[in-house]
């Protein structure tokens, strides 16, 4: 007897792609086995939708540039609870539901934490019932695919719709126009109104390409809605000439490029005309796109705030507050006033750094000639901005300027993260720390004059993704330990605390991290031809390449261990393996040397007869989330060493915390918090903290004294400087020993030794087996304020004023 699953399963195959099972590869059982899933999620998808539309409930809308959300089979497996269904009925068709789940090809939408943030909060959304949709783009290519070639980064196109995506619906009927360059008349309209008008120079086509976000175990499935664009028209064969010909093909071509390609930049801004482009593309997509379904449920645009709840991630789409009023002022033609209030009321802001050189400004001349009257109504925002701040602090001219949307020094720019702020009725950083500094820095007029905007939401990640599904092992034990309510409220785990004292139970966790060792000590072996024992202790730095994340400082940490081994081979140590992975900006040519000098120090390390397999040191190329989901479980250590008061939250913090890893850390960030809720016992930390670090900057910082103070430092720097690890080449490293040396803004040398006086209590820690995985249990059961559920609900209930939405399924059920 066939089930139900598997005859669909069959069907799709047949009826959507034309194959029959003798000859079917694994990708098209794949694509099969994912359109099964889709149309169980279709049901509850429209479901939502319709109850949304009835209910005209308040949606809340996350509008970002970037959105990683990973491979989509597993997690709407699990959220549907059809995995074992799904694995029986494969089972029966003669395939392996997991090599299956591996042929799927990531949508790599986004660079980092801050897209993977974007995913996990639509993945919270819809499981807490919130109707919500996620606004993106439809980039063509993704994040790069990396490689190592000879120790480097090489970056390779990211295909990943070469063979199509099975989890995308396109709208073609749900599409808007985008104005760019032209100019604006002013008019006056037969009632004697104002008017402007633009008469852009060209217009874009952005079309609605929508991806299923469903909740677990609940009926709601929202939308992520990502924009592609297109040209206008195909051209009009009827009148044209060759000449026209040509410039018709043209303007197509360049209206395509637009969502071609997402930059791969992390945190530094790439400045480039096109990005701007992009995000004014989306944004104004998206705005559009809500007044429609205004319209559609004859909502008046009155009421456009208590319908739409719109956040900002980062300042990448901070052109939204200039589009609303835009949109309101000149084609609904509401008074300034009243679409000022309606717009500060709609949106909400999140920063994401502090990085001087991360915060958005764009150049007015391009600005002007991009978007004409986005600047005009940018310059009305100010001078009203300006106004009020004369008004509330007369004669202090300096505040007037810190506070202006247009930097005035130099050539003129408009700084993004003051418009986002005067736009947005909340503004929030990501972790406690992270929303103090902003509110003593970089916004510290803003948070001046407006106290009652600014607040702090920490960070989560999603446990379906990061626990449930990378882990299923642990989540099985964590289910027999203290039964099923964890899965839906994390805080729950905190029951765990018990069985920490369980010697039954720690054994149990300790085989199950060894297995998830196992488990990547093979796919080490397959993929590097690196021989590495699951029984070393998996220390692990995996996330973008960055020198304020610091992944040197690890480096310099491992060549000095390497050195006291070959010095004295009969010291005792943990065996340890040190594992790294991470992108590298294509541009940025000192993290793309920290690759090297990592896989430098790994060929040495590895082949030298004296360490004897004692530690291991790998990199492990293509850092990603299906990458992630293998990576996280198996740590014993979590490397979150960046310079305090750079790092704004963290999210592999987290993951790691979740999964049981012990965190050697700085006090940055969510590891602050991290160590709170861990207990500090259960935490390495060293390092200066942010106030320790700006005062030794400001009181000018030497780093060659630390290097000539501290040995091992200095013989680990002296040993790069020989070419130990660039095959001899004294030149190959040299950037980044004369950056260390002479200049070290992220205080690497002065951390040092502190950073190694830790890693050798981790050594000592090690060695008593059960108070390690007292702690390792420990970590997890008090992860739970982690969860993205949490975050999310202080959103809905602190910024977003929003509710969750009953699903009624009774008239999708049985179609
Ligand atoms: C979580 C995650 C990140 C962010 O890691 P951090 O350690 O917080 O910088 C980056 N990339 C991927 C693929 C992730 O899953």
């Known amino acids: 007897m066939s089930s139900a699953f598997e005859h669909d399963v069959v069907r799709n195959l047949i009826y959507r792609q034309g194959r029959y099972p003798d000859i079917a590869t694994p990708e098209d059982w794949y694509r099969a086995l994912a359109f099964t899933v889709r149309d169980r999620m279709l049901a509850r998808w429209t479901a939502s939708i319709k109850n949304y539309a009835v209910h005209q409930v308040k949606v809340v809308c996350y509008l970002s540039a970037e959105f990683l959300i990973g491979p989509q089979l597993g997690s709407n497996l699990l959220s549907l609870d059809l995995e074992g269904e799904a694995r029986d009925a494969m089972r029966t068709l003669g395939q392996d539901l997991d090599t299956l789940l591996a042929v799927e090809e990531e949508p790599g939408l986004g660079n980092g934490g801050l897209g993977r943030l974007a995913a996990c909060y639509l993945d919270s959304l819809a499981t807490l019932e919130i109707p919500a949709i996620g606004y993106g783009i439809r980039y063509e290519f993704?994040?790069?695919?990396?490689?190592?070639?000879?120790?480097?980064?090489?970056?390779?196109?990211?295909?990943?719709?070469?063979?199509?995506?099975?989890?995308?619906?396109?709208?073609?009927?749900?599409?808007f126009c985008v104005n760019f360059g032209g100019s604006t008349q002013m008019q006056t309209d037969e009632r004697g109104r104002l008017r402007v008008q633009w008469t852009p120079a060209r217009q874009v086509k952005g079309v609605a390409y929508d991806v299923p976000v469903q909740g677990y175990r609940v009926n709601t499935c929202n939308v992520l809605r990502l924009w592609k664009s297109e040209a206008i028209e195909t051209f009009d064969l009827d009148d044209f000439n060759a000449g026209d010909y040509y410039q018709a093909v043209e303007e197509k071509m360049v209206s395509e490029t637009l969502s071609k390609i997402l930059y791969p930049n992390d945190e530094p801004e790439a400045g480039k005309r096109l990005r701007l482009a992009q995000q004014y593309f989306f944004v104004s997509c998206s705005l559009q796109d809500m007044l429609r379904l205004m319209d559609a449920s004859h909502t008046p645009?009155?009421?456009?705030?208590?319908?739409?709840?719109?956040?900002?991630?980062?300042?990448?789409?901070?052109?939204?507050?200039?589009?609303?009023?835009?949109?309101?002022?000149?084609?609904?033609?509401?008074?300034?006033?009243?679409a000022w209030i309606i717009t500060r009321r709609t949106f909400a802001y999140t920063n994401h750094t502090l990085l001087p050189e991360a915060l958005e400004t764009w150049g007015l001349p391009l600005m002007q000639s991009m978007l004409p009257r986005l600047v005009e109504i940018i310059f009305e925002i100010n001078k009203r901005l300006l106004e009020e701040v004369r008004r509330a602090y007369p004669g202090d001219e300096e505040r007037v300027a810190r506070m202006s949307l247009i930097d005035e020094q130099g050539s003129k720019r408009v700084r993004m993260a003051n418009l986002a702020t005067v736009g947005s009725h909340r503004i929030n950083g990501v972790a406690a720390l992270h929303s103090?500094?902003?509110?003593?820095?970089?916004?510290?007029?803003?948070?001046?004059?407006?106290?009652?905007r600014f607040l702090n939401v920490t960070n989560g990640v999603t446990p379906r993704r990061f626990l449930m599904l990378s882990n299923p092992s642990l989540a099985e034990l964590i289910d027999k330990a203290i039964g099923l309510a964890w899965r839906t409220d994390l805080t729950r785990l905190e029951a765990l605390t018990a069985h920490a004292e369980d010697p039954a139970f720690r054994k149990a966790w300790r085989a199950i991290k060894r297995e998830?060792?196992?488990?990547?000590?093979?796919?080490?072996?397959?993929?590097?031809?690196?021989?590495?024992?699951?029984?070393?202790?998996?220390?692990?730095?995996?996330?973008?390449?960055?020198?304020?994340?610091?992944?040197?400082l690890?480096?310099?940490?491992?060549?000095?261990?390497?050195?006291?081994?070959?010095?004295?081979?009969?010291?005792?140590?943990?065996?340890?393996?040190?594992?790294?992975?991470?992108?590298?900006?294509?541009?940025?040519?000192?993290?793309?040397?920290?690759?090297?000098?990592?896989?430098?120090?790994?060929?040495?390390?590895?082949?030298?007869?004296?360490?004897?397999?004692?530690?291991?040191?790998?990199?492990?190329?293509?850092?990603?989330?299906?990458n992630a989901q293998t990576i996280y479980p198996a740590a014993d250590l979590s490397e979150q060493i960046s310079l305090a008061g750079k790092e704004a939250s963290g999210t592999g913090n987290m993951k790691f915390m979740m999964n049981g890893a012990l965190t050697i850390g700085t006090l940055d960030g969510a590891n602050i918090e991290i160590r709170q809720q861990a207990g500090e016992e259960n935490f390495f930390l060293f390092g200066m903290n942010a106030e320790q670090a700006e005062a030794l900057k400001s009181k000018g910082y030497q780093p060659a004294g630390y290097a000539e103070e501290n040995v091992d430092l200095r013989d680990a720097l002296e040993q790069i400087d020989q070419g130990r690890f660039s095959r001899g080449n004294r030149e190959m490293f040299r950037p980044l020993l004369d950056n260390l040396l002479y200049d070290d803004p992220?205080?690497?040398?002065?951390?040092?030794?502190?950073?190694?006086?830790?890693?050798?209590r981790v050594n000592d820690a090690w060695h008593d087996e059960e108070q390690w995985t007292r702690m390792s249990i420990l970590n997890t059961a008090r992860s739970g304020m982690f969860s993205a559920d949490r975050a999310i609900k202080e959103y809905c209930e602190r910024i977003w004023q929003a509710t969750p939405e009953d699903i009624d399924l009774t008239d999708f059920e049985d179609l």
Request: with cysteine.
């Open 554 to 626: 690890n480096v310099l940490y491992i060549i000095s261990l390497y050195r006291r081994l070959c010095r004295d081979p009969s010291v005792k140590i943990a065996p340890r393996c040190f594992i790294f992975g991470g992108k590298a900006a294509p541009g940025y040519t000192m993290a793309k040397l920290m690759i090297r000098l990592i896989t430098g120090v790994a060929e040495v390390v590895n082949n030298d007869p004296a360490i004897n397999h004692r530690i291991k040191v790998l990199f492990w190329p293509d850092f990603n989330v299906q």
């Open 746 to 760: 992220f205080l690497v040398l002065a951390d040092f030794a502190d950073y190694a006086a830790c890693q050798q």
């Open 142 to 175: 993704g994040i790069f695919d990396q490689e190592i070639v000879d120790g480097w980064q090489v970056e390779r196109t990211d295909k990943w719709l070469r063979m199509g995506t099975p989890w995308e619906i396109v709208r073609p009927d749900v599409c």
């Open 301 to 338: 645009v009155q009421r456009f705030a208590d319908r739409f709840a719109a956040q900002l991630n980062d300042t990448h789409p901070s052109i939204a507050v200039a589009e609303l009023m835009r949109l309101l002022v000149d084609e609904r033609l509401l008074p300034w006033e009243d």
């Open 516 to 552: 998830n060792k196992a488990v990547l000590a093979d796919r080490i072996q397959q993929r590097l031809g690196i021989a590495v024992s699951p029984d070393m202790l998996f220390d692990i730095q995996v996330k973008r390449i960055h020198e304020y994340k610091r992944q040197h």
């Open 436 to 452: 103090d500094l902003l509110r003593e820095t970089i916004l510290r007029d803003f948070a001046e004059m407006f106290p009652e």
